[in-house]
């Protein structure tokens, strides 16, 4: 059989590249992974079909114990050979290229992403000494060497003599999410009535953490000269600038134009209601706000860095430390119309949107999600059985490490106010608030109700055995949880924000609620246990939407960089 092994330093990582791993399972590889398994509970990687190796890597390239790490890696290379290593992160990325130099001559093929390198225009001099004589260097010992933006792709091309060089399209956008269809000019001018933008001013919108990197400080005072403007600018996130910044708003004597909005769980629909969207971040890869404004095809302005210019060209790029620029563009932008150039930044966004699969799904993977169809729910009650839950009883299930994060505890003081014995709530997931929760639970007298499993790594069966799926996260980037649940026909109860949320974007997939809201989560699960028929709805609908999931570009590339290595 081939071998594959995939390197990174930690092996939290490879929750990022576990579509590659199904690929090349698919392809009939026994897949290796090496990491660091043991610098936090987070890097203990699982996943069906795998080897794993413990590599005792450091992420400072000084550390003594990359030494260990090189030492290990050889003895490992020795005792398999592996046709493919693919390799990532910068020390796994480093230490596995060093060892597989000999036995490249041997046929063993080398893989590298860069997932954005260290050194780009505008990066400090230090870096270009210290990263880029490495990776030059590397790059005479890759077969493949992949990047993500355009910038890194053109330098890469250039100067890093690797055997090929791919470029790969980053993250994509749900353009269906943002389509301004989804609202009425009705509805555009209910929000902007709730925002006290008036019939004759512009609103201008920025999304981004208030932090240095996203560079909000420099439109503030770029409006402050902006004097023939009518506009209010409305700046969504959250961050350790946000005294900062509110204090240079009132300094400016902008408070009635300028407004911090917070954390915001409507940005779809803030950008189809603003004029102009403003994006001054110093440094990006490929930033997913400005895709979600062009695909609302709101006329944008940005920063003209690296990541930016992959979606953005010409006159709507800004010098991000010009605060007359910025001023004169935003101007410019207001007062001219710009509607068919953002028709053009929609037009080229084509390449980055998540296409629909095109034929039924059944028993089969999810590539993109790694996410296996299921078509019909099979031996529920051998698998209660199993899992020692009674057969009668309604059954709520969460997967999720057990962090703050993940929020389970909203749900077990909800089940611990409601007090219903025919609820039972499992939650699949090890983490640092286990003997908390535990504590917690029997403080409650639900021990009966509430059952902490662990680690599972039959996810699949308990789908199949639950009633309902609830993920009341308070932060996700796209939970695969909930695909998961869905692909089994589970009706959802999902938190309310951006990354969950999305899934409920094409119907009826559950009940969606307040993740800090213990009234809100009781109500939605005593809906789900009461009303059989919209259980039953929700489910059907789960189960085409599910089919929805596309096979990004990206599995795509990887596929034939897979199929033509050379």
Not at 177 to 197: A, C, H, P, W, Y
Not at 351 to 356: A, K, P, V, W
Not at 487 to 514: F, M, Q, R, S
Request: contains cysteine.
């Amino acid at each position: 059989m081939k071998k594959a092994l995939f390197a990174a330093t930690v092996g939290s990582f490879f929750n990022f590249e576990r579509n590659d791993i199904k690929i090349l399972q698919s392809m009939g590889y026994e897949v290796h992974i090496a990491a660091n398994l043991n610098l936090s509970e987070n890097d203990n990687f699982q996943a069906e079909g795998i080897i794993r190796h413990q590599i005792d890597f450091a992420r400072s390239p000084f550390a003594k114990t990359n030494i260990t790490a090189y030492k290990q890696l050889k003895q490992l290379f020795k005792e398999n050979h592996f046709d493919i290593a693919h390799c990532h992160t910068p020390m796994g990325g480093v230490l596995a290229r060093l060892t597989a130099r000999k036995y490249r001559k041997q046929g063993t093929k080398v893989i590298y992403t860069a997932h954005g390198f260290h050194f780009f225009k505008g990066a400090p001099l230090k870096n270009w000494l210290l990263y880029y004589p490495v990776e030059w260097f590397l790059a005479h010992l890759t077969d493949e060497l992949i990047t993500i933006n355009k910038e890194d792709y053109a330098l890469a091309q250039k100067h890093m003599h690797a055997k090929h060089v791919t470029y790969i399209p980053g993250v994509g956008v749900d353009t269906k999410k943002f389509s301004r269809d989804n609202f009425t000019d009705e509805m555009r001018q209910v929000k902007r009535r709730e925002l006290g933008i008036s019939d004759n001013e512009k609103m201008l919108l920025s999304v981004g953490e208030l932090i240095t990197r996203k560079n909000h400080e420099a439109v503030i005072r770029a409006l402050a000269k902006s004097d023939n403007v009518k506009y209010k600018y409305f700046i969504c996130g959250q961050g350790e600038l946000y005294n900062h910044l509110n204090d240079l708003i009132r300094k400016l004597k902008l408070s009635d134009r300028i407004f911090l909005l917070g954390f915001r769980t409507d940005i779809s629909e803030l950008c189809c209601c603003a004029d102009l969207f403003i994006f001054p971040s110093f440094q990006e890869g490929l930033p997913v706000a400005l895709m979600e404004a062009i695909a609302s095809k709101t006329p944008v302005i940005c920063s003209d860095i690296r990541g930016n210019t992959d979606l953005i060209q010409g006159s709507a790029l800004f010098d991000p430390n010009n605060i007359d620029e910025i001023s004169s563009k935003i101007t410019e932008y207001i007062n001219n119309d710009k509607s068919e150039e953002a028709e053009r930044n929609y037009s080229n966004l084509k390449m980055f949107d998540l296409t629909e699969v095109e034929k039924e799904i059944k028993d089969k993977i999810y590539q993109n999600g790694g996410v296996k169809y299921v078509s019909k729910i099979i031996e529920m009650q051998n698998i209660r059985k199993q899992i020692g839950v009674s057969l009668n009883s309604f059954l709520i299930l969460s997967v999720g490490e057990l962090q703050s994060r993940k929020n389970h505890i909203v749900v077990i003081n909800a089940l611990s106010e409601l007090k219903n014995s025919n609820i039972v709530y499992l939650i699949a997931g090890i983490g640092e608030l286990h003997d908390t929760y535990q504590q917690l639970i029997d403080k409650n007298g639900m021990s009966d109700n509430i059952k902490l499993l662990g680690y599972r790594s039959d996810i699949k069966e308990l789908c199949l055995a639950a009633d309902c799926f609830v993920h009341p996260s308070i932060r996700e980037g796209l939970g695969i949880a909930p695909l998961e649940a869905m692909a089994c026909g589970l009706p959802l109860i999902l938190a309310d924000i951006n990354g969950i949320k999305d899934y409920a974007e094409d119907g009826i997939t559950g009940c969606c609620v307040d993740p800090r809201s213990v009234d809100e989560m009781k109500n939605a699960i005593v809906k789900m246990y009461e009303d059989k028929d919209f259980r039953k709805k929700c489910s059907e609908n789960n189960l085409k939407i599910a089919k929805k999931f596309d096979i990004s570009n990206t599995q795509k590339i990887m596929t034939e960089i897979y199929k033509n290595i050379k």
